[in-house]
Structures are given as C-alpha cells and as structure tokens.
C-alpha cells in the first residue's frame, strides 16, 4: 500500500482547521431561556387575572344570592313590607344579632317579630356572625324604601380588590350588586 504525503487527508485537515461546529455555544442557549422564562411569566400572570376574575364573579353570585334571600324574606311577610318596616336597614347598624325568643317556639313569630328575625339571619348570612359563615369577606347589606313609589333597594357590598380597566384606570361599582323591586 502506498501512502501519498503531498495530499492532506480530508479527515485530519477538516479537524484541524477549526470550521467544524458541534453543538450549541453558551450565548444561544442563554437566549432560549431568556425567551422560555419571558414566556413562562407572561403564562402565570394570565393565570393570577384567570383566578382574579373567577373570584369576583364567584363574590359577585354570592351577593346576588344574598340580595334576593332577603327580597323573598320580605315579599314572604308581605304585610309588614308594604308598611315600609323593612326600609332603613343596614346590617353594620344592627345593636343585636341574637334571634328573638319566637324563632325557637313553635307557635313562630308575629310579622313585626318576623321582620326583626329576617334582619337578624340575613345579617349573620352577610356578615358571617354568630355562628354562620361569611359569604363575603367584609360583607355589608342595605335596605332601602322610597315610601313614594313603594320600591325596595337591597344592596350588599364586599371587600375585594379593585381591577383595572383596559386603559388602567379603577372599575367603580365591581364589589356592589343592588335588587329594586316593589310588591
């Protein structure tokens, strides 16, 4: 066999010319985390306002919820509701939020009694005192009465942190749900 030497061969030139790249250098594999974690954090904060949301409409049901008990609490005792006396309630006012002696007879209560008790569990609903449980953190409930067009207003509010709108400014009225209606 003859081996000629005035011909390099290709093997041995290819390696030693320095041309030959294997694998991926430090800078590119920097940049594809670099974009892989920009990626990553635009993916939780679409999930962080997924969950925001969803808790403010579960907030925005439960109050929805609270808003209408006590509607059909009133339109159930009728007779004191045309008489305005649920009218100027608020659930922060209320002195006491034990239930009067007549809810735990069996005759039950009288409708001016009624009226007292209706206020007293919707408020522990609300609220979440004595022993029932908040709907919603920081729950307050309104009652108002217009005696001239005889229309209730039932509003509850709540704590919850405002949202930003599409040019960042604050959502008014997002933790407030009001029901008007009249017997």
Known sequence: MII??????????YARSGNHQSGFTMIEI?????????GLLGLAGLLFEGMRNNQGAYLRTQASILAYDMADRMRANGAEAEAGNYGGFSTANIQSTTPPTCASQSAGCTATDQV????I???????????????????????AYDAGTGIYTVTVQWDEASRGGDAGEAIAGDNSYSVRFSL
């Open 116 to 119: 007292t008790l209706d206020q």
């Open 121 to 143: 569990e919707w408020t522990q609903q609300v609220e979440g005192t004595g022993n029932s449980m908040a709907m919603l953190p920081g729950g307050t409930g309104t009652i």
């Open 30 to 38: 920097l940049v594809t985390l670099f974009i892989l974690a920009i």
């Open 4 to 13: 000629r030497t005035d011909r390099p061969l290709l093997l041995g030139s």
